[in-house]
């Protein structure tokens, strides 16, 4: 009987070498056909796994795309299921399929063919068997009672003694079916780019959606318009469709939709058309406002949160509607170290005791989703019910809230401090005198006599008319004072006109003349002068880029330079006196001092030997100086002490006294610093301005030079410093919003409705889309879908 050299079960170059090798004496590799291949196996088993094993391994690194390292695995990205579709490692036509355990007798192997003849089966030769790769990405389920799929899905199938019945079965199951469809509609998403099958059967709600948001678009826009412009919205007739032709006020909000509509025919058609769901009702006009004003406000909170430090600034008003409104603002700085205040909303307030304001605030910032652990400053006016030391806004807060300093506005400071020193009876008068001038010529008979002395001179003054004196800011005086001395000549002149009228306004300008003395014309100068120091500071307060360092500092510089007007007194009151003196030409008088009869209660007691200025700088002059110097030292010795703690990061050397107050500081705000490394990052920080030579003038200059990640607390700290309230001012300009928002004609509007328009007209530097606010609609379920 012939024998043949018998075909060797492995296929890996490895395993061919190993039966290549020479026989030992007791191999015989060319065994005759009687000797059984059971044996042969047998004796040869241990070594063939092995080798099978490694042949295994290196095939599992160098094909990577082999199915085995893609069952049994939960999910897949988009990517793996692509190569499992498309790009599967697949046998060339002389591969050698190997033989496994279970086709050993028979000698059975995979077939080439059965690749060819069944489109989704694959083989793997890491598991040495075959799967379905469409069932492999994509079934789940599908087993007979629900039961776990098993062969050709999660387990490899080798048995090639039924194999084209199985692979015959195996294509006509339902999940498999389900996969193959599956598969089809991946690839022409993932290729080619296609919609799904969920999204062809829904293309027509899917344009109905967009053709909904785009006719909701001039709506919005509309309504961000009137909002952002502080016009109305509404007129005489605000319900039912837009009448192209209608003569009737109905409204900015329908006009303006109008004007578009005649350039935009599906416009046209929606507005003018029969039917709901036009958007066009005030209370969609609600929904837009809130809408609105929510997304802002979002974009607030988000910044106030990331900075971890803000300041509350609080003002309280009444509103058109006799209802007292609370403005209510927030401090802090962003993440380019610019600070920000920013408006938040209004608050109705009913009671204004201390605790309940206290509760209003923090359900208020509560209601914006504010941490308040990150509370660090509280700004109010010095009212007892604000500032009170036990029952006030600031101590109810401050125990709730130990870091939250309380800063008394700095523009009320200053502006308490000017009208106490002008208590004193000279000045007091003065001012008085000078707001009935601006009363009387506040008509237009007589404000026309002014205007016409002042065209028949050859002069050209800059004003034209008096100013009132401001109710509020004192400082802001300093404007109607300019104004009345710049135009004294012509109002003399005026007044002298006016007094020889036939009627009673003669009487009252002879009275208006008769006032004007030695004692107002040299207390005008005074005022002027003195108020000429503080509106500088007025004005700086007013502004958000400020921190309290700067306001303290030149509340300290302006204190200097009174002082030294106050040394050189003499020199300085005999320019006001010769001022004076021109003024006291024009209307014919000389300067002399009052007649005293007895000794005065309410007025200085001068010697009454002193010559004319002297009496007058000893009456007048020196008393109101002193007065007003020292009103701004008490004022702003408070906001001084409050700055001891940050005074250490301003100067090169650190003394015993720097290092305790600042070691105060830091146990103050623990522990959210880090002491010890506070005090070694503060001499770092000092050694830094000494090698730069330059000490930050400002808070604001500081944190744009400390580098957080090298001073991270003593950047917070300076944070601190200057998210610190300096002034009022921004819930102030809140109130002139509130009036125009909220008017004569509009005074029945919601606190939702107040709030969405007041933050659309504050905040014009906040932006955002139309989508954005549609986006919002849409959380709401509505009888129009717009949900995309």
């Not at 065209?455 to 004192?474: F, G």
Request: net charge neutral.
């Amino acid at each position: 009987m012939e024998q043949k050299k018998r075909k060797l079960p492995a296929t890996s170059s490895t395993l061919l070498n190993f039966f290549k090798k020479k026989p030992g004496p007791d191999e015989n590799i060319e065994k005759s056909d009687d000797v059984s291949r059971e044996k042969y196996h047998v004796e040869n088993k241990n070594l063939i796994q092995a080798v099978q094993e490694t042949n295994k391994r290196e095939h599992f690194d160098a094909r990577k795309n082999d199915i085995a390292l893609f069952i049994k695995r939960d999910l897949l990205s988009d990517e793996e299921k692509n190569t499992v579709l498309t790009n599967l490692w697949l046998p060339n036509h002389n591969y050698v399929f190997p033989l496994n355990e279970k086709n050993k007798k028979r000698g059975l192997k995979f077939q080439h063919k059965w690749l060819n003849e069944f489109n989704w089966l694959v083989y793997s030769e890491v598991e040495g068997g075959a799967f379905c790769k469409h069932c492999v990405v994509f079934a789940k389920t599908g087993g007979i009672g629900n039961q776990p799929l098993k062969y050709l899905v999660t387990e490899v199938f080798d048995s090639w003694k039924k194999a084209k019945e199985v692979f015959r079965n195996h294509s006509a199951l339902e999940y498999h079916t389900f996969s193959v469809l599956k598969s089809d509609e991946f690839l022409k998403i993932y290729l080619k780019k296609e919609p799904t099958i969920v999204e062809r059967l829904d293309t027509d709600r899917i344009k109905q959606i967009k053709a909904n948001r785009e006719r909701l678009i001039p709506i919005v826009d509309c309504v961000i318009l009137c909002g952002r412009q502080e016009i109305a919205l509404r007129g005489h007739k605000d319900y039912g469709k837009i009448d192209m032709e209608c003569s009737l006020n109905q409204g900015n909000f329908r006009a303006i939709l109008k004007y578009r509509a005649c350039g935009d025919e599906m416009l046209k058609h929606i507005i003018t058309s029969e039917g709901r769901n036009k958007y066009l009702t005030p209370q969609i006009q609600n929904e837009i406002i809130t809408a609105c004003g929510d997304i802002m406000l979002r974009k607030i909170v988000k910044d106030v949160n990331a900075s971890k430090c803000f300041s509350v600034l609080v003002d309280e008003t009444t509103d058109i509607s006799t209802i007292e409104q609370m403005a209510m603002c927030v401090r802090y700085v962003d993440d380019n170290d610019c600070i920000h205040e920013r408006f938040l909303k209004f608050i109705t307030i009913n009671s204004l005791t201390g605790c309940d304001l206290a509760e209003s605030i923090l359900n208020g910032l509560n209601s914006c989703e504010i941490n308040l652990e990150y509370l660090y400053g509280q700004g109010y006016d010095g009212a007892s019910n604000m500032s009170g030391q036990y029952k006030g806004v600031q101590a109810i807060i401050k125990k709730k809230y130990p870091k939250a300093i309380y800063v008394h506005c700095a523009a009320h400071a200053l502006n308490l401090a000017v009208s106490t020193a002008s208590g004193i009876q000279p000045v007091r008068n003065c001012l008085n005198i000078i707001e009935k001038y601006y009363v009387f010529f506040n008509t237009p008979k007589r404000q026309n006599v002014l205007l016409t002395s002042i065209e028949n001179s050859n002069e050209d003054p800059k004003v034209k008319t008096l100013k009132r004196l401001c109710a509020t800011r004192w400082v802001q005086r300093y404007d109607a004072v300019t104004d009345f001395i710049e135009l004294f000549a012509f109002v003399v002149e005026s007044l002298e006109n006016i007094s020889n009228w036939n009627d009673s306004t003669a009487t009252e300008a002879n009275i208006l003349l008769k006032a004007i003395d030695s004692e107002f014309l040299i207390s005008l100068q005074v005022i002027q002068l003195v108020f000429s120091f503080g509106l500088p500071l007025c004005k700086l307060l007013q502004k958000e880029q400020i921190d309290l360092r700067e306001a303290v500092s030149l509340a300290e510089d302006i204190i200097n330079v009174l002082k030294n007007i106050r040394l050189n007194c003499d020199t300085e009151f005999h320019k006001l006196f010769l001022l004076a003196k021109e003024m006291s030409v024009i209307i014919d008088i000389d300067l002399s001092t009052k007649r005293i009869s007895k000794r005065q209660v309410n007025r200085a007691n001068p010697d009454p030997n002193l010559s004319v200025e002297e009496y007058h700088k000893v009456s007048v002059f020196i008393p109101y100086l002193d007065f007003f110097i020292q009103q701004l030292g008490e004022r702003f010795s408070i906001h001084s002490e409050i700055f001891i703690g940050f005074q250490s990061l301003f100067s090169y050397t650190f003394s015993s006294n720097e290092e305790v107050s600042f070691r105060k500081l830091l146990e103050f705000y623990s522990p959210s610093l880090d002491v010890n490394n506070s005090i070694a990052e503060l001499k770092l920080w000092k050694i830094k301005l000494e090698r730069i030579n330059n000490i930050p003038k400002t808070a604001i200059e500081a944190l744009h030079v400390c580098n957080a990640n090298i001073y991270p607390n003593v950047h917070f700290i300076l944070k601190i410093l200057c998210t610190l309230p300096v002034s009022t001012s921004t819930p102030e300009r809140m109130f002139s919003s509130l009036k125009r928002i909220k008017t004569y004609l509009r005074n029945s509007m919601s606190e939702k409705r107040l709030n969405g328009l007041a933050m659309l007209a504050i905040h014009n530097d906040i932006t955002f889309s139309n989508e954005e606010v549609i986006d919002e609609l849409a959380k709401k379920p509505r009888n129009l879908d717009i949900i995309l």
